[in-house]
């Protein structure tokens, strides 16, 4: 089973400033990893796939990049809304389409 | 705009049953793979099953063979997970998705989720 790792477990930024988001899987999963982003109380959303396309009605200011094992999530210039917690999935070796142990993003 | 709405879960005790259903519409149903995905409290997203839009490929993660059962109705626009011999590591928020636009391992639209809780 792939183990997929990301970090920083929490990140501090500024709103109206740039995260970064990392993700790493314990061997190469090619393109095929996914981004979702989960509000407290609320499903998941799928943001990405395909390492980089954003999924349908999914703003601009959200971009993936990687390839392989190292694959990140970049917020361009953070709102209000995208305070909140990140999860990486690859569904390469799939089943299972194992998760990362997320990242929050919070308000510095 | 795509729908799914879970129902069936609550508290059950260790060795006990439940079955989930999640009811779709807003889309031709019997064209998408579907999933159950959980998340125990606190804690991070582990997928549970899959069903194919014509039921034929069915799989499962490893802790929960052999106890769970997916299944789906295409008439009724329904996905339903049964799970028997529940254990205290099974308690979790569950949610149903659906595929992404084909890509049958991405989870592209998710319901709101349905609590169970296993304890004595």
């Known amino acids: 089973e792939i183990v997929m790792t990301q970090s920083p477990a929490t990140l501090s930024v500024s709103p109206g400033e740039r995260a970064t988001l990392s993700c790493r899987a314990s061997?190469?999963?090619?393109?095929?990893l996914a981004w979702y982003q989960q509000k407290p109380g609320q499903a998941p959303r799928l943001l990405i796939y395909g390492a980089s396309t954003r999924a349908t009605g999914i703003p601009a200011r959200f971009s993936g990049s990687g390839s392989g094992t190292e694959f990140t999530l970049t917020i361009s210039s953070l709102q209000s809304e995208d305070f909140t917690v990140y999860y990486c999935?690859?569904?390469?070796?799939?089943?299972?389409?194992?998760f990362g142990g997320g990242t929050k993003v919070e308000i510095k | 705009e795509v729908q799914l709405m879970e129902s069936g879960g609550g508290l059950v005790h260790p060795g006990g049953s439940l079955r989930l259903s999640c009811a779709a519409s807003?889309?031709?149903?019997?064209?998408?793979?579907m999933h159950w995905v959980r998340q125990a409290p606190g804690k991070g997203l582990e997928w549970v099953s899959y069903?194919?839009?014509?039921?034929?490929?069915?799989y499962y993660t490893d802790s929960v063979k052999g106890r769970f059962t997916i299944s789906r109705d295409n008439a009724k626009n329904s996905l339903y997970l049964q799970m028997n011999s529940l254990r205290a590591e099974d308690t979790a928020v569950y949610y149903c998705?659906?595929?992404?636009?084909?890509?049958?391992?991405?989870?592209?639209?998710w319901g709101q989720g349905t609590l169970v809780t296993v304890s004595s």
């Open positions: 999935q690859q569904y390469n070796n799939w089943p299972p389409g194992t």
């Open positions: 807003a889309f031709t149903f019997s064209r998408y793979s």
């Open positions: 061997q190469s999963v090619g393109s095929n």
């Open positions: 998705a659906r595929d992404y636009d084909g890509i049958g391992e991405l989870l592209g639209y």
């Open positions: 069903i194919s839009s014509s039921s034929r490929t069915i």
